[in-house]
């Protein structure tokens, strides 16, 4: 059962469009992240944030933007969708007080640009 | 950086054979290790961990996996496969040091055969 929550979890919309991807967690976690999945290929994360007010860019260059103005909510932003943003955006979570704490995933939004 | 490597994109056994996925990290120090699962228009869920302490970890589901520090490897396996089972699965590994970041495998899909 998710404790944390990714909405839409189904998004086609047009080139040029902005979008923003929810993401929205309930067990206190500092840490939250955000992966793009394609098949075949290893996670890649794009952004992340160890707490409110901290951001940053992950090993893949993406367009997208991100805030931490809630401890809860880690929203992604895209300014103006392009096909090559098609693909899946996995939110997770993981906390702080332990260094061993696995990452608690949502269920993911599958984004199509056409 | 600390690298993942699944051998094997894709494994089929049939249904009550054994399930062996293989996994190896890249790391001068043992990281802590996951395997997740992901089935269809899902998120990831945690299988199962090693941090520290014994090297045979048992998850979720009848699952398992070694912990072998001077093979670098982190096999997962079940004794008796499950159609249930046929899923994609993920090795991942974090920084003992901090845990703040995670390198996951590119996944190795299991298809059981009834």
């Known amino acids: 059962e998710a404790d944390i929550y990714q909405t839409p979890r189904y998004l086609v919309i047009g080139t040029g469009k902005k979008i923003t991807l929810e993401c929205s967690q309930t067990?206190?976690?500092?840490?939250m992240y955000w992966y793009q999945q394609d098949p075949g290929m290893e996670l890649h994360l794009i952004h992340y944030?160890?707490?409110?007010?901290?951001?940053e860019k992950g090993d893949l260059s993406s367009e997208s933007t991100v805030s931490r103005i809630r401890t809860e909510h880690f929203p992604l932003t895209l300014e103006s969708a392009r096909p090559s943003h098609t693909s899946q955006y996995l939110c997770?979570?993981?906390?702080?007080?332990?260094?061993?704490?696995?990452?608690?995933f949502g269920n993911g939004t599958r984004l199509t640009v056409t | 950086a600390q690298s993942v490597t699944q051998l094997g994109s894709h494994v089929s056994v049939s249904e009550g054979a054994l399930v062996l996925l293989r996994c190896n990290y890249s790391?001068?120090?043992?990281?802590?290790l996951f395997w997740y699962v992901q089935y269809p228009n899902q998120g990831l869920q945690l299988l199962l961990k090693?941090?520290?302490?014994?090297?045979l970890v048992k998850g979720i589901n009848g699952f398992e996996a070694e912990f072998k520090k001077s093979e670098t490897s982190f096999h997962l396996t079940k004794p008796s496969a499950h159609m249930s089972d046929a899923a994609e699965y993920f090795c991942?590994?974090?920084?003992?040091?901090?845990?703040?970041?995670?390198?996951f495998g590119t996944g190795t899909s299991l298809t059981v055969i009834p």
């Open positions: 997770a979570s993981s906390a702080t007080d332990r260094t061993n704490s696995p990452l608690h």
């Open positions: 067990m206190g976690h500092d840490k």
């Open positions: 944030s160890y707490g409110v007010n901290s951001t």
């Open positions: 790391s001068s120090v043992p990281p802590y």
């Open positions: 090693y941090t520290t302490g014994a090297t």
């Open positions: 991942a590994v974090s920084d003992p040091d901090t845990g703040n970041q995670f390198y």
